[in-house]
């Protein structure tokens, strides 16, 4: 089993920058693939970005591509989002989550364990 505790979340201005944080717990962090997702008020959870469990391949939703990057360090047992050019449309809760399948995937069913989420705030 794995843990994960999120951090980094908070307000800022439209274009500016922010970089989340998902600390993990267990030794066997570095053999998970890790996802960010992220769900705004009366809408569904949605897939943000996923890395592999080397790190070498990622994935990201359209709508950020570009924009955001996700990151790992497996001797630290975290995963990053590293948020540039924030919109008002970002805003929500970001969760960090981990998949012990292959390949890496956007798929929120496949991951199996959840952080609560930190509140990401873009103001216009």
């Known amino acids: 089993q794995v843990q994960l505790v999120e951090s980094g979340g908070g307000l800022v201005q439209a274009g500016g920058s922010l970089r989340l944080s998902c600390a993990a717990s267990?030794?066997?962090?570095?053999?998970?693939?890790m996802g960010w997702f992220r769900q705004a008020p009366g809408k569904e959870r949605e897939f943000v970005a996923s890395v592999s469990w080397t790190g070498g391949s990622t994935l990201y939703a359209d709508s950020v591509k570009g924009r955001f990057t996700i990151s790992r360090d497996n001797a630290k047992n975290t995963v990053y989002l590293r948020m540039n050019s924030l919109k008002a449309e970002d805003t929500a809760v970001y969760y960090c989550?981990?998949?012990?399948?292959?390949?890496?995937?956007?798929?929120?069913?496949?991951?199996?364990?959840w952080g609560q989420g930190t509140q990401v705030t873009v103001s216009s």
């Open positions: 267990g030794r066997t962090f570095s053999s998970y693939n």
């Open positions: 989550a981990a998949d012990e399948n292959w390949p890496i995937t956007q798929r929120l069913r496949e991951y199996s364990y």
